[in-house]
């Protein structure tokens, strides 16, 4: 059996993924190893996609180098290359970098300030930092 990887660079294995993308990856995330028509059955009746419009989104994951295709008769076997953390970890630090300066204490006044934390989140994220200090 080969598996199919478009990027064998040393460099981290992923271009930007869309929201659409991201979609797809969840899917396989959850569960590796997935045809087309099994990802499909997970995703195209909430999203209105047809069995075409998640071929092409695994297509352009297998060369953003985020997927391994891996033929399987007919038809073939997705698998992620990336972990889900892996991926996360990296948005997360775009995400901080591009809106704020790279400083993780302004994204959390920020939301904060906003309202979008609850006295719950508040609650994890105090416990969070006391995990974290010696």
Known sequence: MSTHQVNTSE????????DAEHAVMEVLWDRPRQTAA?????????????????KTL???????????????????????????EDYIGGESRRLVDRLFGGRA???????AESEALSEADLDEIEALLKELRP
Request: neutral net charge.
């Open 11 to 18: 460099e981290p294995a992923h271009e930007r993924i869309t």
């Open 105 to 111: 204490a302004s994204l959390v006044a920020h939301l």
């Open 58 to 84: 695994l297509s352009r994951l297998v060369q953003k180098g985020a997927l391994a295709a891996e033929p399987d008769g007919r038809r073939f076997l997705y698998t992620p290359i990336i972990a889900r």
């Open 38 to 54: 099994d990802v499909c059955d997970t995703v195209c009746a909430e999203r209105g996609w047809s069995l075409a419009t998640v």
